[in-house]
């Protein structure tokens, strides 16, 4: 059973800093690519960053430079470092695998204000 668990998310001003989690389920996380979308409102959802199992990573474009995506095998977890947040970044974050599952978590709502 796939489970997986967003947090860290909230209120921060524009210029601010944020860190999600992931707790995902041992036997998805090891052996698959994760990811982090999001979606705002209105918006469809979209992968803003991506993890290899074996460790490479990309990002999309508009987060490419402030945003750090990291995973611990060990603890099942995978993070996303945000700096520098700006109100377009507005949206609620989840994780998944990449591609994605038809499982989708509650997510964690990142409010970036001006």
């Known amino acids: 059973q796939v489970q997986l668990v967003e947090s860290g998310g909230g209120l921060v001003q524009a210029g601010g800093s944020l860190r999600l989690s992931c707790a995902a389920s041992g036997s998805i996380f090891r052996v698959n690519s994760m990811g982090w979308y999001r979606q705002a409102p209105g918006k469809q959802r979209e992968l803003v960053a991506v993890?290899?199992?074996?460790?490479?990573?990309n990002y999309a474009d508009s987060v490419k430079g402030r945003f750090t995506i990291s995973r611990d095998n060990a603890k099942n977890t995978m993070y996303l470092q945000m700096n520098t947040l700006k109100p377009e970044d507005t949206a609620i974050y989840y994780c998944n695998l990449v591609p994605p599952t038809g499982y989708w978590g509650q997510g964690t709502q990142v409010t970036v204000s001006s």
């Open positions: 993890i290899a199992s074996g460790g490479s990573i």
